[in-house]
């Protein structure tokens, strides 16, 4: 019941169109400006209902920089790794239809992709799995503009327009008897590769669609069983997944380093994924929260991106604005925009502030439960905003010197002028007070909502943000409350 895409999610509030709030560091724009809670230097910026606007500051980041034109190569080429051999099967027809109304030209945008159905999902336990699959197995498309009769059919269940011989291509070598395990990131790292060498270009994206489950895979851990669910691209008709560091090793084999790494799947959106990814990618986009069922709406992002996307944080920042622009009504959505250069300053702060932590554990247990407590939490309650737990540390009567700044620099870490996080949007529902990044924070008597396991799961300490910052796990071990 924990999904990206849910039939049905969370409870839906009404939000008025536009009723959005957008963070980009180290300035304001519009009619924002900062709250004051924040500790970072350019403040925490929430303005729920004003039009979002653009950071300039961002202009001089290296990963904002246009990379330079190549004779020969599309501007962008997208490729779309869409697992749908599970219950999202009926949205990837509403998505590849959305992709189809734009198309590839070949010159500013390449729009390929990976798709994956099957008709048998024994490792997914909901009524119809598998959907309704248009076709059974695992085909790759170079997607070309279709008219809207196409698009409508496609969405519908008829994809045999997609089946002319400009836009089917040859499937996939990781094919047996007809499909490919996309559980597996031997599969994504081949479609990554193969994409690269076939539709050379000046900007990468790669686009990650399924479910997910923030840093952790979803294993039942008791002897003899297999994975029950999903890391992030779960395959309910293989029943494998792949996890944060296979997710890290399938974009880097990829022969040119991506540019914008989109995951659109729930939860994702955590210090640690951003943490394992952070040499492979320039810019991650992904939500803390799990996202509606319908994903991306890839018609009007990718349009922007045939039309604009000059560089890595354009086409980010367009991602963000149409995806909450397309949800008037979904409360609790959030998407950030993560320069991935900046993820060794949030470990750095994170291991500090976890070592301060970790001496103040028993003298100010109450305080660090509090905040723990009261943290913006996502529906796997075991995340927690970065944000927002280190500003109620902060902000907290009577919290030691030390502690309150190592909480300061987390803060600073995120929003500050060179902060990781440059973009947010979110609505006004529930999740108001997320702040673009989320991170694993359970109780000790917590339990898990991946597993069996209660409080901190040892799994965890295999993270590249658990290794290179020990204090935090050995702070969430050492939790007296």
């Given at each position: 019941m924990?999904e990206k895409?849910?039939h049905?999610?969370?409870?839906?509030?009404?939000?008025?169109?536009?009723?959005a709030?957008l963070?980009l560091s180290g300035?304001g724009?519009?009619?924002s400006?900062?709250?004051?809670a924040?500790?970072?230097?350019?403040?925490r910026?929430?303005?729920?209902?004003?039009t979002p606007?653009t950071?300039?500051?961002l202009?001089?980041r290296?990963?904002?920089q246009?990379?330079p034109?190549?004779a020969?190569h599309?501007?962008w080429t997208v490729l779309?790794y869409?697992?749908?051999?599970n219950?999202?099967?009926p949205?990837?027809?509403l998505?590849v239809?959305q992709m189809?109304s734009?198309?590839?030209d070949?010159?500013n945008?390449?729009?390929?992709?990976?798709?994956k159905?099957a008709?048998?999902?024994p490792?997914?336990?909901?009524?119809?799995?598998c959907?309704?699959?248009s076709?059974v197995?695992t085909?790759?498309y170079?997607l070309?503009?279709?008219s809207?009769?196409?698009v409508?059919?496609i969405?519908n269940?008829n994809?045999?327009?997609l089946?002319?011989?400009a836009e089917?291509l040859?499937?996939?070598?990781t094919?047996?008897?007809?499909t490919?395990?996309?559980?597996?990131?031997?599969?994504?790292?081949?479609?990554i590769?193969?994409?690269?060498?076939h539709?050379p270009?000046?900007h990468?994206a790669?686009?990650?669609?399924d479910h997910?489950?923030?840093?952790?895979p979803?294993?039942n851990?008791s002897?003899?069983?297999v994975?029950?669910?999903?890391?992030?691209?779960?395959?309910a008709?293989?029943?494998?997944?792949?996890t944060?560091?296979?997710?890290?090793?399938a974009?880097a084999?990829?022969?040119?380093k991506?540019?914008?790494l989109?995951i659109?799947c729930?939860?994702?959106?955590?210090?640690e994924?951003?943490?394992?990814v952070r040499?492979?990618?320039?810019v991650?986009v992904a939500s803390?929260e799990?996202?509606?069922?319908?994903g991306y709406?890839y018609d009007?992002?990718?349009?922007?991106?045939?039309?604009?996307?000059?560089n890595p944080?354009a086409a980010g920042?367009s991602l963000l604005?149409d995806?909450?622009?397309n949800y008037?009504?979904y409360?609790?959505?959030t998407q950030?925009?993560i320069?991935?250069s900046?993820?060794g300053n949030v470990?750095q702060a994170?291991?500090?502030?976890?070592?301060?932590l970790?001496?103040?554990?028993?003298d100010?247990?109450?305080l660090?439960?509090?905040?723990r407590f009261?943290?913006?939490?996502?529906?796997f309650?075991e995340?927690k905003?970065?944000?927002?737990?280190?500003d109620?540390i902060?902000?907290s009567s009577?919290?030691p010197a030390?502690?309150?700044?190592?909480?300061?620099n987390v803060?600073?870490?995120?929003?500050g002028?060179?902060g990781?996080?440059?973009?947010?949007?979110?609505?006004t529902?529930g999740?108001?007070?997320?702040?673009?990044?989320?991170i694993y924070?359970p109780?000790?008597?917590?339990p898990s909502?991946?597993?069996?396991s209660v409080g901190?799961?040892?799994?965890?300490s295999s993270l590249?943000?658990?290794?290179?910052a020990?204090?935090?796990?050995?702070?969430l071990?050492a939790?007296?409350?």
């Amino acid at each position: 019941m924990f999904e990206k895409k849910l039939h049905p999610r969370l409870v839906t509030l009404l939000l008025g169109a536009g009723m959005a709030g957008l963070l980009l560091s180290g300035c304001g724009g519009g009619s924002s400006s900062s709250t004051g809670a924040g500790g970072g230097t350019g403040g925490r910026l929430v303005s729920p209902g004003t039009t979002p606007f653009t950071n300039v500051s961002l202009s001089s980041r290296a990963a904002c920089q246009a990379n330079p034109h190549v004779a020969g190569h599309a501007r962008w080429t997208v490729l779309v790794y869409i697992n749908a051999a599970n219950n999202l099967q009926p949205d990837s027809l509403l998505n590849v239809g959305q992709m189809a109304s734009v198309g590839s030209d070949g010159t500013n945008l390449n729009i390929v992709i990976q798709w994956k159905q099957a008709n048998v999902c024994p490792y997914f336990s909901t009524v119809n799995a598998c959907g309704n699959p248009s076709f059974v197995g695992t085909h790759r498309y170079y997607l070309l503009p279709h008219s809207a009769a196409d698009v409508t059919s496609i969405e519908n269940g008829n994809t045999s327009s997609l089946e002319d011989a400009a836009e089917r291509l040859p499937d996939p070598s990781t094919n047996v008897n007809g499909t490919s395990d996309m559980g597996d990131w031997n599969t994504l790292a081949n479609f990554i590769q193969w994409g690269v060498q076939h539709y050379p270009c000046d900007h990468l994206a790669v686009v990650v669609w399924d479910h997910g489950s923030g840093a952790l895979p979803v294993l039942n851990r008791s002897a003899g069983r297999v994975p029950a669910t999903r890391a992030v691209s779960q395959d309910a008709n293989t029943g494998n997944q792949i996890t944060t560091q296979q997710l890290a090793q399938a974009l880097a084999a990829s022969p040119q380093k991506v540019d914008l790494l989109a995951i659109d799947c729930s939860l994702q959106c955590t210090a640690e994924v951003a943490y394992q990814v952070r040499n492979t990618a320039r810019v991650m986009v992904a939500s803390e929260e799990s996202p509606p069922g319908a994903g991306y709406p890839y018609d009007t992002w990718l349009n922007d991106l045939k039309n604009g996307g000059a560089n890595p944080c354009a086409a980010g920042e367009s991602l963000l604005t149409d995806t909450v622009n397309n949800y008037p009504g979904y409360a609790n959505i959030t998407q950030s925009m993560i320069d991935l250069s900046q993820m060794g300053n949030v470990a750095q702060a994170v291991n500090s502030f976890g070592a301060s932590l970790l001496s103040h554990v028993s003298d100010q247990t109450s305080l660090i439960y509090n905040a723990r407590f009261n943290a913006q939490y996502f529906e796997f309650p075991e995340y927690k905003d970065l944000y927002d737990f280190a500003d109620l540390i902060r902000t907290s009567s009577g919290v030691p010197a030390d502690l309150q700044n190592a909480a300061y620099n987390v803060e600073n870490s995120l929003t500050g002028t060179n902060g990781a996080v440059m973009a947010f949007v979110h609505g006004t529902g529930g999740d108001t007070l997320s702040s673009g990044m989320s991170i694993y924070l359970p109780g000790p008597s917590e339990p898990s909502s991946v597993d069996t396991s209660v409080g901190y799961d040892p799994v965890y300490s295999s993270l590249g943000l658990a290794q290179d910052a020990p204090q935090w796990p050995a702070f969430l071990q050492a939790e007296k409350q």
